[in-house]
């Protein structure tokens, strides 16, 4: 079985500051873990995936992650949030039994205050 | 490239009704997949289709079902409504290869299915 916690439901940062957005995540075998943001009345757009390799994942719009196998963990940062960065941030793992069915945790609302 | 569409956007319908939704791919992919997001459930995943066969499937009630075309575009189908079956459905299309479980799916914008 696989799934993703998102322990924060809501984080608040100033706009500038570095922001990290949290997730931990259970699956037997390999991890493949995905981050996507969502905009209002929008779908999901993908930011970075993690499949093998540098534990660092550059993605799109300045964001990075982390994976850590020690502490399960796929946490997404940004060193200077915008305002603009202000979503609905989605962590998700795929299934190692199967193709393309995502897990994703319950989200975190990222608001960036000007 | 054109981006996953999803036609259409916004639907209201009314216990025991049935409802089709329908999702175009993105150009060459051939694996559409579909998602519920409910406010309580969060983001579930229905089923996945490839090469017009259901690859993977999630945990849902047989009123759900979907199929795909030769083109790779996709319908799902959901016969006899419920309330709880309100939500934003989201398809999401890849490049299917082979035995690849690491590709990037791509989202649709929603159809935002209301059900009085």
């Known amino acids: 079985a696989q799934s993703v916690a998102q322990p924060e439901d809501q984080v608040n940062v100033a706009e500038g500051n570095p922001l990290t957005v949290k997730c931990t995540y259970s699956?037997?075998?390999?991890?493949?873990l995905f981050w996507y943001v969502q905009y209002p009345n929008r779908g999901l757009q993908f930011l970075l995936k993690?499949?093998?390799?540098?534990?660092l994942v550059k993605g799109s719009y300045g964001f990075e992650a982390e994976f850590n196998k020690s502490q399960t963990s796929f946490h997404l940062k940004k060193p200077s949030a915008l305002v603009s960065d202000s979503a609905l941030y989605f962590c998700?793992?795929?299934?190692?039994?199967?193709?393309?069915?995502?897990?994703f945790g319950t989200g975190t609302r990222l608001t960036v205050i000007p | 490239k054109a981006g996953v569409t999803q036609t259409p956007r916004y639907l209201i319908k009314t216990r025991g009704q049935q409802v089709t939704l329908s999702c175009s791919p993105i150009?060459?992919?051939?694996?559409v997949s579909w998602y519920q997001q409910t406010p309580g459930q969060g983001l579930q995943f229905l089923f996945e289709?490839?090469?017009?066969?259901?690859?993977n499937k999630g945990n849902f009630p047989g009123r759900f079902s979907g199929r795909q075309f030769s083109n790779s575009r996709s319908e799902m189908n959901v016969s006899t409504l419920e309330l709880g079956d309100s939500a934003l459905y989201l398809c999401?299309?890849?490049?299917?290869?082979?035995?690849?479980?690491?590709?990037?799916?791509?989202f649709g914008p929603g159809t935002r299915l209301l059900v009085l």
């Open positions: 999401a299309s890849s490049q299917g290869l082979a035995g690849d479980q690491q590709e990037t799916q791509y």
């Open positions: 699956v037997s075998g390999n991890p493949y």
């Open positions: 993690y499949i093998t390799g540098d534990n």
């Open positions: 998700a793992v795929s299934s190692q039994t199967g193709a393309n069915n995502l897990f």
């Open positions: 150009s060459g992919h051939r694996s």
């Open positions: 289709y490839f090469s017009e066969t259901q690859r």
